[in-house]
Each structure stands twice: as structure tokens, then as C-alpha cells.
């Protein structure tokens, strides 16, 4: 196989729109050739509309003088449609010839478009010595997905895991522990499904009950948050122990819900602490930051409070403190200048959005953030239980990510076994792990990140509908055919008249690199969920109307090339959503 580029079927009829305007009407050269999917065609075009005033027509007559233009052997047809739209057929050779140069490339004909643009995404972030939980969960399977689909369009990905792993709660945690010889909280000391996160979490509830009561053990405490930060070896040596314990219980999640991110990716607060000072002292140095009440604050310039006064970004506390607003200045400064970022993605939820605006703002009027470089807050919307309220557990505690996996994975062995009762017990396991992992990451991408969602286990695991296990089938019914031709090579023959059904999935194929640009563009995984979902349901109605391993020769063979496509399509666009595509389920 090869690499290389295949241009999209939209691009040649966009390029021979726009060759057509620039003949037909020289004054109108470069515009916009306005080149959409139609159900009322392959292509339709809308230049008329856009065009026809500039030129004094109407865009019925501006039309009629472009599909003249266009009147030629590169389309099979092309009709005047309506006040002024061009309905645009390509020929069937054109398309047979189209989907064989996809299956010979090993990137399906995808361009890199994203090449020598270096991003940085940070996402996922969890706390240390705290349990990842169900607000981890889509920063984590968001930001995973964007960066797989960026690194595949060509971008230069530097993954940011942005571990919030330094502040007073760690003196406290750490005075507990010395002084409580006897808690378990090491992974190797513990005993079931019990992590080295959630014991923690638990001690460290204990410590703060001991903090808010006995005063002598908060002086002990503050003492120790000064050792800290002062890198007092036993101090330091005991925090780093918290950190590699907490990371471990993090990796855990990661593998399970295969998300690239590795111990490299962990660029914890603690490691923008040497950079806060150089950083505030550029700040005041610019006029950018001032004092106000014994603090020292950035005052917006477009944004105001209800007031009507400026909203202000706390640079350092009255008591000499630095807080997230400090670390995320520091943070956005080393990302640009020592990074070299030229794309900063923040995966964050939208009730965070005023802060990365005033940081974005911040940064522009340091000079760190430039016309050269794009920071964009990647929102995203929350995660609601079945009954449309913020997910909890029954006792109204927030619930763990690694039980919230179970639940579904557990869904879906039930699911599975019922269809299949005779599955051995190591495949029920294997496809049941995939099925509910994949159902649960699906689900979240497949609705508008900005948008929040209910988290219904019944309807994601389900086999019918917008799910991550319709699509996880539909690949294996198509590679199950593929099994039972058993053909070594499915050369398309071009002259072969196209059926409707294979003319709207061949279409459909051919829009995949154009789905992955947008995704890029956008960054809304949704767009890909969709696509696929289309793709799969044309796959369908292609399936069902059209005999492949019955058909005669050559037309099985095209056939069962849209089918291998088809399952490679499928494949590949799953795997840039971090989705498994099992071969048998």
C-alpha cells in the first residue's frame, strides 16, 4: 500500500465549480465555488446565490451560464435545480476509481493537513492523592480523542496531563501520615479493588478532620506545607511516594480506557512553582499586573462585573500566596516559549470559561500569546444521571470513574451472553471489556461536547441505535463476510454501472477525510460520531440491497471492496475515538 493523498470527490467538483466561474466570468475569479453533499445529486452548488448580486444577475441566469460552463466529460450530469442551484452527478468510473485508489492507500488517501502546526493539549488533570471520578471523565476522553485525530491529520501533539499536585493539602496529608505509621494506603499493602488514590482520598479527609480540630496538629501541618515548599528532603521524598502512588491508581484508568497518555505526559502544578516569580515579575514589569487591597491582580480590559468594574485575575494572594491563576499565567508562558506551541488547547468544562478567557486576555497583553499562536478553552458540558440531574451516587457522593466502568462493562457482558449463550467465558470477557469501554467513550463523543449528557447504561450498550456497540457490530458483520469470501485481492473494475445503495455508501467513504478536517477545525468529536453512524447505516441499506458473495464476477469483487472500505473505515475511525473495533463479537 501506499500513502498517498486522495483528493475527495467534493474537491474535483468544487475545483471544476470554481474553474467554471473563473471562465464564465473572470471578475468573479477565486470566490467561493459553495459545494455541498445533496440529496438531490452527488454535489450541489450555491455559487449562484452568493454570486449574483455582485454582478448585477439573477442567479438563475448566473447558474445557467456556469452549468454551461461545466458541461463537459468530467460529470455525468449536471441540471439546474430551483432559483439558481447546480445538481452535480459524478460519473460511475470516476467514483469505482475513486473508492480503489482509497483501498490502496495505507492512510485511505487522508491528507496531512495539520503538519509542522506543534499542539499542546492539556486534558484529563486529575488531583493527586484524590480518586478520579465522573468529572474526569470527558476532559479525559474528549481531549484523548482530539489529540489522536490531530497526531493522524499530522500535528506535532504534546500531551499535557496538568496533575494538580502541590498546595496546603499536602502538609496536612503528609503530617497524618507520619503521624499515623500504621495507615494503608501503598498499592502493594492493599487488598481488592481498593487504589492507592481512593486510600488516600480517605486519609486525607481523615487529616483535615484532625486539621479543623486539634490546632496543634494544624501548626504541625502549616510547618509542614513550609518544608514543602522549601524542599525539605524527608517532606519532599514522602509527596514524591503520594504522586507515584496516585499516578499508578491514574495509569490503571488510563489503560482500561485506552487513553494515550503516559507517566512523560504528567506536568504537574509543583513543576511550574521555580517559574511563578520570573513570571509575576514580567507581568508588573509590563503594567499589566498591579496591586489592589494588598494583592497583586490583573484587572481585565474586556471583561466587567455586574458593577460595571473590570474583573480582575488573582496574580498573588494578600497573604503572599499563589493559586491556579498564578500556575495557568506560568503554565500558558512556558507552553509558548519553551514548548513552541502553535495550537494551546485547554479541555475544560464551560463553567471554567471566563477564567481561560482572562488568561487567554493576560497572555496577549504580556506578548506571550500572539496572532502566531491559537489558545482555545475546549468546553465541554456535564454529565447527568438517567433522571437529567448532575451524576451521583444513591448517597449523593460523586461517583468513581473505575466503578462507573465496571457498571457498563458489566451491562454488556449481560447484553452479550443473552444474545450469545454459548460464548466461551475468556471471548464474553474480551468482547464484553470492549463493548462497554467503547460504550461509554462513545456516548460521551457522540453528543455535542458543549452539551451536557445523561449517563444511561441501557442505551449505551444497546446493539440498535447511535451507539458505540451498533457501530462495534456492524464492523464485525462486515468482517465476517469478508471472512466467508475469502478473497486475497478485490480488484474494482470502473466500468461497472453503480446501484443507488452503492452509489450513497461509496459517497459516504469518500467523505471521511473531509469528517476528520472538520473534527480539526472544529474540535467536536461529534461530527466523526455521526459520520460513522451514517457510514455504518448506509452500510446497511447497501447490504441489504445489493448480493455480494452471491454476485457474479466482476461485480462481487467491487462489492466486496466497498465492504473491506467499509470495515476499514470503520475501524480507523473508531480508533481515532479511542474505541476498540473487535473482529468477532
Same mark, same amino acid.
Given at each position: 500500500m501506499s500513502n498517498h493523498e486522495v483528493l475527495p470527490l467534493s474537491g474535483h467538483v468544487a475545483s471544476a465549480v470554481s474553474e467554471a466561474i473563473d471562465r464564465s466570468r473572470p471578475d468573479l475569479a477565486g470566490a467561493d465555488p459553495v459545494v455541498r453533499r445533496s440529496e438531490h445529486a452527488d454535489f450541489q452548488s450555491n455559487a449562484a446565490f452568493a454570486l449574483a448580486k455582485r454582478v448585477g444577475m439573477r442567479p438563475f441566469d448566473l447558474a445557467t451560464e456556469l452549468a454551461t460552463a461545466l458541461d463537459g466529460e468530467q460529470f455525468g450530469c449536471v441540471e439546474l435545480s430551483g432559483p439558481g442551484f447546480l445538481n452535480i452527478?459524478?460519473?460511475?468510473?470516476?467514483?469505482?476509481?475513486?473508492?480503489?485508489?482509497?483501498?490502496?492507500?495505507?492512510?485511505?488517501?487522508?491528507?496531512?493537513?495539520?503538519?509542522?502546526?506543534?499542539?499542546?493539549?492539556?486534558?484529563?488533570?486529575?488531583?493527586?492523592?484524590?480518586?478520579?471520578? #465522573?468529572?474526569?471523565?470527558?476532559?479525559?476522553?474528549?481531549?484523548?480523542? =482530539?489529540?489522536?485525530?490531530?497526531?493522524?491529520?499530522?500535528?506535532?501533539?504534546?500531551?499535557?496531563?496538568?496533575?494538580?499536585?502541590?498546595?496546603?493539602?499536602?502538609?496536612?496529608?503528609?503530617?497524618?501520615?507520619?503521624?499515623?505509621?500504621?495507615?494503608?494506603?501503598?498499592?502493594?499493602?492493599?487488598?481488592?479493588?481498593?487504589?492507592?488514590?481512593?486510600?488516600?482520598?480517605?486519609?486525607?479527609?481523615?487529616?483535615?478532620?484532625?486539621?479543623?480540630?486539634?490546632?496543634?496538629?494544624?501548626?504541625?501541618?502549616?510547618?509542614? #506545607?513550609?518544608?514543602?515548599?522549601?524542599?525539605?528532603p524527608t517532606t519532599t521524598a514522602r509527596w514524591q511516594e503520594i504522586v507515584d502512588e496516585s499516578e499508578n491508581s491514574f495509569r490503571d484508568i488510563y489503560n482500561r480506557l485506552d487513553v494515550l497518555l503516559t507517566p512523560e505526559d504528567s506536568v504537574g502544578e509543583s513543576f511550574y512553582n521555580s517559574m511563578l516569580t520570573s513570571t509575576i515579575n514580567e507581568l508588573v514589569d509590563a503594567g499589566i499586573a498591579v496591586e489592589s487591597d494588598d494583592a497583586l491582580v490583573i484587572f481585565s480590559e474586556e471583561v466587567t462585573g455586574p458593577d460595571g468594574s473590570a474583573v480582575p485575575l488573582m496574580?498573588?494572594?494578600?497573604?503572599?500566596?499563589?493559586?491556579?491563576?498564578?500556575?495557568?499565567?506560568?503554565?500558558?508562558r512556558y507552553r509558548i516559549h519553551d514548548l513552541k506551541a502553535k495550537r494551546l488547547l485547554y479541555v475544560t468544562d464551560s463553567r471554567q470559561a471566563l477564567h481561560f478567557q482572562l488568561i487567554f486576555e493576560a497572555a496577549r497583553r504580556a506578548g506571550?500569546?500572539?496572532?502566531?499562536?491559537?489558545?482555545?478553552? #475546549?468546553?465541554?458540558?456535564?454529565?447527568?444521571?438517567?433522571?437529567?440531574?448532575?451524576?451521583?451516587?444513591?448517597?449523593?457522593?460523586?461517583?468513581?470513574?473505575?466503578? =462507573?466502568?465496571?457498571?457498563?462493562v458489566e451491562r454488556a457482558r449481560t447484553i452479550v451472553a443473552e444474545r450469545d449463550p454459548g460464548m466461551a467465558p475468556a471471548d464474553l470477557d474480551r468482547i464484553a471489556e470492549a463493548a462497554g469501554?467503547?460504550?461509554?467513550?462513545?456516548?460521551?463523543?457522540?453528543?455535542?461536547?458543549?452539551?451536557? !449528557?445523561?449517563?444511561d447504561v441501557d442505551h449505551m450498550v444497546s446493539f440498535t441505535g447511535n451507539t458505540g456497540v451498533y457501530l462495534q457490530y456492524a464492523h464485525t458483520r462486515i468482517r465476517s463476510i469478508l471472512r466467508k469470501a475469502s478473497d486475497a485481492?478485490?480488484?474494482?473494475?470502473?466500468?461497472?454501472?453503480?446501484?443507488?445503495?452503492?452509489?450513497?455508501?461509496?459517497?459516504?467513504?469518500?467523505?471521511?477525510?473531509?469528517?476528520?478536517?472538520?473534527?480539526?477545525?472544529?474540535?467536536?468529536?461529534?461530527? =466523526?460520531?455521526? !459520520?460513522?453512524?451514517?457510514?455504518?447505516?448506509?452500510?446497511?441499506?447497501? !447490504?441489504?440491497?445489493?448480493? #455480494?458473495?452471491?454476485?457474479?464476477?466482476?461485480?462481487?469483487?467491487?462489492?466486496?471492496?466497498?465492504?473491506? =472500505?467499509?470495515?476499514?473505515?470503520?475501524?480507523?475511525?473508531?480508533?481515532?475515538?479511542?474505541?476498540?473495533?473487535?473482529?468477532?463479537?
Amino acid at each position: 500500500m501506499s500513502n498517498h493523498e486522495v483528493l475527495p470527490l467534493s474537491g474535483h467538483v468544487a475545483s471544476a465549480v470554481s474553474e467554471a466561474i473563473d471562465r464564465s466570468r473572470p471578475d468573479l475569479a477565486g470566490a467561493d465555488p459553495v459545494v455541498r453533499r445533496s440529496e438531490h445529486a452527488d454535489f450541489q452548488s450555491n455559487a449562484a446565490f452568493a454570486l449574483a448580486k455582485r454582478v448585477g444577475m439573477r442567479p438563475f441566469d448566473l447558474a445557467t451560464e456556469l452549468a454551461t460552463a461545466l458541461d463537459g466529460e468530467q460529470f455525468g450530469c449536471v441540471e439546474l435545480s430551483g432559483p439558481g442551484f447546480l445538481n452535480i452527478m459524478v460519473p460511475e468510473h470516476a467514483i469505482w476509481e475513486q473508492m480503489s485508489a482509497r483501498l490502496a492507500s495505507d492512510r485511505l488517501g487522508i491528507a496531512v493537513s495539520q503538519a509542522e502546526r506543534r499542539t499542546v493539549i492539556d486534558y484529563s488533570a486529575p488531583n493527586i492523592a484524590k480518586e478520579m471520578h #465522573v468529572g474526569h471523565l470527558r476532559t479525559t476522553i474528549i481531549g484523548d480523542s =482530539l489529540a489522536r485525530i490531530l497526531e493522524f491529520l499530522g500535528a506535532e501533539i504534546v500531551r499535557q496531563n496538568h496533575l494538580g499536585d502541590w498546595g496546603t493539602q499536602f502538609g496536612m496529608l503528609i503530617q497524618y501520615l507520619d503521624e499515623h505509621p500504621d495507615a494503608t494506603w501503598r498499592h502493594d499493602e492493599l487488598t481488592g479493588k481498593t487504589s492507592a488514590a481512593s486510600a488516600l482520598d480517605d486519609l486525607y479527609k481523615a487529616a483535615r478532620k484532625e486539621f479543623d480540630a486539634d490546632p496543634a496538629f494544624a501548626d504541625r501541618s502549616r510547618a509542614r #506545607v513550609v518544608a514543602l515548599q522549601s524542599g525539605e528532603p524527608t517532606t519532599t521524598a514522602r509527596w514524591q511516594e503520594i504522586v507515584d502512588e496516585s499516578e499508578n491508581s491514574f495509569r490503571d484508568i488510563y489503560n482500561r480506557l485506552d487513553v494515550l497518555l503516559t507517566p512523560e505526559d504528567s506536568v504537574g502544578e509543583s513543576f511550574y512553582n521555580s517559574m511563578l516569580t520570573s513570571t509575576i515579575n514580567e507581568l508588573v514589569d509590563a503594567g499589566i499586573a498591579v496591586e489592589s487591597d494588598d494583592a497583586l491582580v490583573i484587572f481585565s480590559e474586556e471583561v466587567t462585573g455586574p458593577d460595571g468594574s473590570a474583573v480582575p485575575l488573582m496574580v498573588r494572594k494578600r497573604d503572599g500566596g499563589y493559586g491556579y491563576d498564578t500556575t495557568d499565567l506560568a503554565t500558558i508562558r512556558y507552553r509558548i516559549h519553551d514548548l513552541k506551541a502553535k495550537r494551546l488547547l485547554y479541555v475544560t468544562d464551560s463553567r471554567q470559561a471566563l477564567h481561560f478567557q482572562l488568561i487567554f486576555e493576560a497572555a496577549r497583553r504580556a506578548g506571550w500569546l500572539t496572532d502566531a499562536v491559537d489558545a482555545e478553552h #475546549v468546553a465541554y458540558g456535564t454529565v447527568l444521571g438517567p433522571d437529567g440531574r448532575p451524576f451521583k451516587t444513591r448517597a449523593g457522593g460523586t461517583v468513581r470513574l473505575m466503578d =462507573l466502568l465496571d457498571n457498563a462493562v458489566e451491562r454488556a457482558r449481560t447484553i452479550v451472553a443473552e444474545r450469545d449463550p454459548g460464548m466461551a467465558p475468556a471471548d464474553l470477557d474480551r468482547i464484553a471489556e470492549a463493548a462497554g469501554i467503547g460504550a461509554v467513550k462513545y456516548a460521551d463523543l457522540s453528543t455535542s461536547r458543549v452539551k451536557d !449528557y445523561a449517563f444511561d447504561v441501557d442505551h449505551m450498550v444497546s446493539f440498535t441505535g447511535n451507539t458505540g456497540v451498533y457501530l462495534q457490530y456492524a464492523h464485525t458483520r462486515i468482517r465476517s463476510i469478508l471472512r466467508k469470501a475469502s478473497d486475497a485481492e478485490m480488484p474494482i473494475d470502473p466500468s461497472i454501472p453503480l446501484a443507488p445503495a452503492e452509489r450513497a455508501l461509496a459517497l459516504e467513504l469518500d467523505a471521511f477525510g473531509t469528517t476528520l478536517t472538520d473534527v480539526a477545525d472544529t474540535l467536536e468529536p461529534h461530527r =466523526l460520531c455521526g !459520520y460513522l453512524y451514517d457510514l455504518a447505516r448506509d452500510f446497511t441499506t447497501f !447490504y441489504e440491497a445489493c448480493h #455480494v458473495l452471491s454476485a457474479a464476477e466482476p461485480l462481487r469483487s467491487n462489492r466486496l471492496a466497498l465492504c473491506q =472500505l467499509t470495515a476499514r473505515t470503520l475501524e480507523h475511525g473508531l480508533s481515532l475515538l479511542g474505541i476498540k473495533a473487535p473482529e468477532r463479537m
